[in-house]
T-cell receptor, first 117, second 112 residues
Framework: GAGVSQSPSNKVTEKGKDVELRCDPI?????LYWYRQRLGQGLEFLIY????????KSGLPSDRFSAERTGESVSTLTIQRTQQEDSAVYLC???????????????FGPGTRLLVL | QKEVEQNSGPLSVPEGAIASLNCTYS??????FFWYRQYSGKSPELIMF????GDKEDGRFTAQLNKASQYVSLLIRDSQPSDSATYLC????????????FGKGTKLSVIP
């Protein structure tokens, strides 16, 4: 498919367990974002990757959260020692800056719904 | 603390009317502004992007930006029931940062 894909679509885990979420961006998209959306809330920025540059990690809420991306490929978001407040939808988006157009295309994946019991 | 404020709504408009969605932001150095549409249970979809003062039109959608007033709006002309969704405003800080700050969204309901 041509869209952003994420896996798993749903994840139920026990408090204290580690989870790993995966994002497959659109081929050729240089930038990749991770967001978190709690129920009834707006999107909370977590981390941004652009090509091989150092990622912008300023949105990560604690050191339990980490993310990796190799080049312009798959990204994984890892949450260690999960807490109940980590329950949310985790969304990944990829984008391609269209030079000179003044328009950034950003496409979201379907999200991973994480429930920490 | 960078903030993006939106009226949570719901905003109800009759079919065919103009829907006006508003957003204010606190960081005067913000450079880029986005509007997303999010249907219930679905992922956000980028519908507009604006970075210069004034209006930007795309089909039935018009984004308006006033940096002096730190205000951005989205107008939807000839509103359709399919426009019923939550509209999220997002703001990107200045050079060197790609962090997006989102508002909590305005729920729009277009009444047939």
């Amino acid at each position: 498919g041509a869209g952003v894909s994420q896996s798993p679509s749903n994840k139920v885990t026990e408090k204290g367990k580690d989870v790993e979420l995966r994002c497959d961006p659109i081929s050729g998209h240089t930038a990749l974002y991770w967001y978190r959306q709690r129920l009834g809330q707006g999107l909370e920025f977590l981390i941004y990757f652009q090509g091989n540059s150092a990622p912008d990690k300023s949105g990560l809420p604690s050191d339990r959260f980490s993310a990796e991306r190799t080049g312009e490929s798959v990204s994984t978001l890892t949450i260690q020692r999960t807490q109940q407040e980590d329950s949310a939808v985790y969304l990944c988006a990829s984008s391609l800056w269209v030079s000179g157009s003044g328009r950034e295309t950003q496409y979201f994946g379907p999200g991973t719904r994480l429930l920490v019991l | 603390q960078k903030e993006v404020e939106q009226n949570s709504g719901p905003l109800s408009v009759p079919e065919g009317a103009i829907a006006s969605l508003n957003c204010t932001y606190s960081d005067r150095g913000s450079q880029s502004f986005f509007w997303y549409r999010q249907y219930s249970g679905k992922s956000p979809e980028l519908i507009m992007f604006i970075y210069s003062n004034g209006d930007k039109e795309d089909g039935r959608f018009t984004a308006q930006l006033n940096k002096a007033s730190q205000y951005v709006s989205l107008l939807i002309r000839d509103s359709q029931p399919s426009d019923s969704a939550t509209y999220l405003c997002a703001v990107k800080a200045g050079a060197g940062s790609y962090q997006l700050t989102f508002g909590k969204g305005t729920k729009l309901s277009v009444i047939p």
